[in-house]
């Protein structure tokens, strides 16, 4: 399940991005869907980096049966933007983004992993039917 806690305008596609999760977990997750000025806020405070950016991870120290797996937070201000550049719809960004976070939930991290990240992003794309952009970006 999702906790969803949405702080925007925007509709979010939650039984797609429940699919998502119920492929890789049966844990629960919590997203945040917020502006740039939130994720700013957020990436200065547990990363010490000054500036906005699409999509932060957070996952549980911890791996109780009842907690959920973590927390993902993301600026539609970039799902916007980035769905313009690359010509696809606001909600296939935001899965798109949506993947990419909650990989880093399940312990994936492409700064310092031989490409399994990408593998598996690559491999979710396919299967959700999504738009390859994320890898041609990320390559």
Known sequence: MIDL??????????LGLEKIVNSLTQKDIELLVVKNDEIQELNKEHRNIDKATDV???PLEYDFDNMPLGSI???TDFVEEKAKEYGHSFDEEFSLLFIHGLLHLLGYDHEVDNGEHRNKEEELIKKFNLPDSLIVRNS
């Open 73 to 75: 937070v993301i600026s």
């Open 56 to 58: 932060l991870s957070f």
């Open 5 to 14: 806690d949405n702080e925007t305008e925007f509709e979010i596609d939650i």
